[in-house]
């Protein structure tokens, strides 16, 4: 089934005054704000530059929601179910437990790093800091 259109220059709005010639997910249909919660921070829309408070829909897959631009309907980020306190601590934890990737391992060896590997991420990116800091020392 073919989603309603309207003429080139023209905004079909429905009775509420949301945008229905943007496509909506799968079934062109414009979002239930009324379960979805609100989100106080202006975003700016990639698609047409507008600087607003986004609509707030239903996330797809692993996402928990999506900010939409008012004006034109565009997708403008994910957002987290997590303030952004939790969000930081949750990630400061993976940090801790996460084996270190191997471009951080490439990394050390093209610095120069002779020690053992590193154990976790935070381990590979004290020490490439670490190395970093003593190369702008040294003239």
Same mark, same amino acid.
């Given at each position: 089934?073919?989603?309603?259109?309207?003429?080139? @220059?023209?905004? @079909?709005?429905?009775p509420? @005054?949301?945008?229905?010639?943007?496509?909506?997910g799968?079934?062109s249909?414009?979002?239930?704000?009324?379960?979805?919660?609100?989100?106080?921070?202006?975003?700016?829309?990639?698609r047409?530059?507008?600087?607003?408070?986004?609509?707030?829909?239903? $996330?797809?897959?692993p996402h928990?929601?999506?900010?939409?631009?008012?004006?034109?309907? $565009?997708?403008?980020?994910?957002?987290?179910?997590?303030?952004?306190?939790?969000?930081?601590?949750? =990630?400061?934890?993976?940090?801790?437990?996460?084996?270190?990737?191997?471009?951080?391992v490439?990394?050390?060896? +093209?610095?120069? %790093? +002779? @020690?053992?590997?590193?154990?976790? =991420?935070? %381990?590979?990116?004290? =020490?490439?800091?670490?190395?970093?800091?003593?190369?702008?020392?040294?003239?």
């Amino acid at each position: 089934m073919k989603p309603k259109t309207t003429p080139p @220059g023209e905004v @079909g709005l429905s009775p509420e @005054g949301i945008n229905t010639t943007m496509r909506y997910g799968k079934y062109s249909t414009p979002p239930q704000a009324a379960s979805i919660p609100a989100h106080s921070q202006a975003l700016t829309c990639r698609r047409c530059g507008c600087i607003a408070t986004p609509l707030v829909q239903p $996330g797809s897959g692993p996402h928990w929601h999506a900010a939409a631009c008012q004006h034109c309907g $565009g997708f403008m980020q994910w957002l987290s179910q997590y303030p952004p306190a939790e969000r930081e601590a949750r =990630r400061a934890v993976a940090r801790n437990n996460a084996p270190p990737t191997a471009p951080q391992v490439a990394y050390l060896r +093209a610095l120069g %790093d +002779a @020690g053992p590997a590193p154990v976790t =991420r935070r %381990d590979a990116s004290e =020490r490439i800091g670490a190395l970093l800091a003593a190369r702008e020392v040294q003239p």
